[in-house]
Structure formats: structure tokens, C-alpha cells
């Protein structure tokens, strides 16, 4: 490994670290979905229509999450206080202890754990403008580089020879390109899974005559971006929604999402599997930790960093195996 290398593994982890220590992980990640977006939307001869087509794809798809928001802000609470308390009678009909009596202790539990976090209004307008300024940098960054990937100004470097700054910003751009790639495996693997989950759900969904259908298909997507726990959560509110129905629907539910999760063990192995080829508890520690230091974001990136130094070191181990050491061989005039 030459000097140029080291130095380049130092400060790429070293931003990764930052990316964690600052909480930029909603940055991170819209920058990295909107580069494999404009990806998709590429053209050969025009770098002007993809952008423009993705920026119509942005605008779009901000419109839905701001509605779907709304939606949900105004229909979950329903939801809650409609199936906890048939949940809750059905659970002491059969002597099932639940950690909740009512929606008002469930309600309250949650603003209890928001104030942690949140302790006055003026530092949630903080955040949230924040994280509003991340999102819009995240749409803004691949669009530049993706007119233009050079660490200089000008888009086609002049030949000279190369400087120190040259030689590792050349290799700054693999691990970056070697990240993006593995953001690309992971989260089109997670995307078909999910997109084979909602549909499957979707159906479900319309076949029992489910209420607030398009709003729960929507969650399931959503949710399904989220390994492991994402399904934990959306498979509780179609429950829920279920015994709002009656305790049978909600059974059924239940038996019917039992099914696809085990459908999603099958496709994980299948195409996620194929593709990263983690186990489950070192993705569950990922998500842990990913949770911990970056939030929802973290959880998203965690496969994502996982897969990216697999593929690092097993890229430095091949090429350890192929280059061995020389060995120094003794002759009579000494050492060559």
C-alpha cells in the first residue's frame, strides 16, 4: 500500500467519522439517492436533460411525501385510538399483558421520549431547519458533481505532472466511487424487496377492504427501506388497523404478515444475500450502532458501510495475495 493510499483511507475515515460525530447522516443519504437517481435519468448526450428530469423527479416526489406526511399526521392518531383499545381488550380476553392500557398512556409515553430530545419549541424549529438545509444540500451536492466530478474548478484537468494533491484526490475518488457502489447494491437490493413486499400487501390490503389502504401501502414502502425493523413497524399498524376491523381481521393480519416475513428471509437470502452477503447479527449490530450515532439515516447507511469495507479489505487482501512480499535472497557478495 503505497503512501498515497494510507493517506486517503485516514481522511475518508476520518470524514465518515465527522459525517457521525455531526449528525449528517440525512446529507449523506439524500446525496447518495440523488446520485444513483441521476444515474438512472443519465444520458450520454445530455448531462442538462438528466438533471432536468431529476429535478422534476425531486420536485414530485417532495410534493407526495408532503402530502403522504400530512396524511399520516392526521389519520395515524385515528388509527391509535380506534384498534389500542381493541387490541387491548382482545389482550384481557386471552391474558396477554400489554405495555399499554390506552391511547392516552401510549400518546404520552412518546411525548415523554420526544422532550428528551426536544426540551422547547424554538430548538425543534432549530432542528427542523436544519435538517431542512441537509436535504436541500443532499439535492444540490450530486447534482455537481455529477456535471462535473473533478476536485478542481475546471472540469478537465490540464497535463501536468502529478502533485501530492493530485495523486490523493485520484484515490479519494475510488473510495468514494467504491462507496456510492455499495450504497447502489444495497439499497436496490432493499428497494426490490420492498417493492415485493408492498405489492404483496397492497393486495392483501384491498382483498380484506382494509381502510386507509393507500396510506398503509405507502408506510409499507417507506418502512421497507429499513432493514430488519422496518417491517416490525409497519406490520404493527396493519395489525392495529386490523383489529380495528375485528380481533379476527387482526389475527389474520398477523398471520398473513408471520408469512411474508418469512418470504423475506427467502428473498434476503436471494438477492440481498447474493449481493452483500451479511449476516444477520452483524447487520443488526450495524443498525445499532448506525441508530445510535445518525439516527433513521444511520439505520439506512448502516448495510451500506458494512458492504463498503468488505469490499475494502477484501480488495487489500487480494491485492497483499497477488504482490507477496519479496523475499531478500543471500548470495556470497552478501544481501541482493
Not at 462535473?148 to 485520484?170: C, F, G, K, Q, V
Not at 399498524?237 to 387482526?250: E, L, N, W, Y
Not at 389474520?252 to 452477503?277: C, M, Q, T
Request: net charge positive; charged share 10%; glycine share 6%.
Amino acid at each position: 500500500m503505497t503512501r498515497t493510499v494510507r493517506i486517503s483511507y485516514v481522511i475518508f475515515i476520518l470524514l465518515i467519522a465527522l459525517v457521525a460525530w455531526l449528525n449528517l447522516g440525512a446529507f449523506l443519504l439524500t446525496a447518495l439517492f440523488g446520485y444513483l437517481a441521476l444515474q438512472v435519468f443519465s444520458f450520454r448526450r445530455s448531462k442538462m436533460l438528466s438533471v432536468a428530469i431529476y429535478l422534476v423527479v425531486v420536485i414530485i416526489i417532495i410534493s407526495g411525501l408532503v402530502y403522504f406526511s400530512s396524511l399520516a399526521y392526521r389519520t395515524l392518531p385515528k388509527i391509535a385510538e380506534t384498534s389500542i383499545p381493541a387490541m387491548v381488550g382482545f389482550a384481557e380476553k386471552n391474558g396477554i399483558q400489554l405495555p399499554f392500557t390506552d391511547y392516552a398512556s401510549l400518546k404520552n409515553a412518546a411525548q415523554d421520549e420526544a422532550t428528551q430530545g426536544l426540551a422547547t419549541i424554538g430548538q425543534y424549529v432549530k432542528l427542523a431547519s436544519f435538517r431542512l438545509v441537509l436535504l436541500l444540500a443532499g439535492l444540490v451536492v450530486p447534482v455537481s458533481i455529477f456535471l462535473n466530478s473533478s476536485w478542481t474548478a475546471e472540469s478537465h484537468t490540464p497535463e501536468t505532472p502529478d502533485d501530492l494533491y493530485t495523486a490523493i484526490t485520484r484515490e479519494l475518488t475510488i473510495r468514494f466511487k467504491t462507496l456510492y457502489q455499495s450504497f447502489a447494491k444495497v439499497i436496490g437490493a432493499q428497494l426490490v424487496i420492498s417493492a415485493i413486499n408492498t405489492a404483496l400487501t397492497a393486495i392483501f390490503l384491498t382483498i380484506n377492504g382494509y381502510p386507509y389502504a393507500p396510506l398503509l401501502v405507502i408506510l409499507v414502502f417507506l418502512c421497507g427501506l429499513l432493514p430488519i425493523v422496518g417491517n416490525l413497524i409497519s406490520n404493527i399498524v396493519i395489525v392495529g388497523v386490523g383489529f380495528t376491523i375485528s380481533p379476527r381481521a387482526g389475527i389474520v393480519a398477523l398471520i398473513f404478515l408471520v408469512v411474508i416475513h418469512k418470504l423475506e428471509y427467502f428473498l434476503n437470502s436471494k438477492i440481498i444475500g447474493k449481493r452483500i452477503n451479511s449476516p444477520m447479527w452483524l447487520t443488526l449490530i450495524g443498525l445499532l450502532v448506525g441508530e445510535r450515532l445518525m439516527g433513521i439515516p444511520g439505520m439506512v447507511l448502516a448495510p451500506v458501510v458494512l458492504h463498503y469495507i468488505k469490499v475494502e479489505v477484501s480488495a487489500y487482501r487480494t491485492l497483499q495475495e497477488a504482490c507477496p512480499p519479496v523475499e531478500p535472497r543471500i548470495s556470497s557478495g552478501g544481501l541482493s
